[in-house]
Nanobody, 121 residues
Framework: QVQVAESGGGMVQAGGSLRLTCEAS??????????MAWFRQAPGKEREFVAS????????YYADVVKGRFTISRHNVKNTIYLQMTTLKPEDTAAYYC????????????WGRGTQVTVSA
């Protein structure tokens, strides 16, 4: 089983910054992530990809709408990733979810419960 937990959400004014943290752990066998990612879902909208990071080579990918403002990073030892969000906009308001894709899996199969980010104008 894989446990995924996000933290760091909150309320901030437009132009402000927040840092999200995602910690993942596995029982029974090593977690062995192939990649970890952030997604978000705003009320009435579909879930959308925000950013991801590959475990093998540290390759990072971003949605166009967050490029230059958000930075994904990982802890060198722990199965933990971060999302540093700067120059936040009201349209960034959403529940942010962390997801894990383990080695051998085709897609992100393990999800956290989300953390709310609210950006006021």
């Amino acid at each position: 089983q894989v446990q995924v937990a996000e933290s760091g959400g909150g309320m901030v004014q437009a132009g402000g910054s927040l840092r999200l943290t995602c910690e993942a752990s596995g029982s029974g066998r090593p977690l062995s992530p192939a990649a970890m990612a952030w997604f978000r879902q705003a009320p009435g909208k579909e879930r959308e990809f925000v950013a991801s990071i590959r475990w093998a080579n540290g390759g990072k990918y971003y949605a166009d709408v967050v490029k230059g403002r958000f930075t994904i990073s990982r802890h060198n030892v722990k199965n933990t990733i971060y999302l540093q969000m700067t120059t936040l906009k009201p349209e960034d308001t959403a529940a942010y979810y962390c997801a894990v894709k383990r080695v051998g899996e085709d897609d992100y199969s393990h999800w956290g419960r989300g953390t709310q980010v609210t950006v006021s104008a």
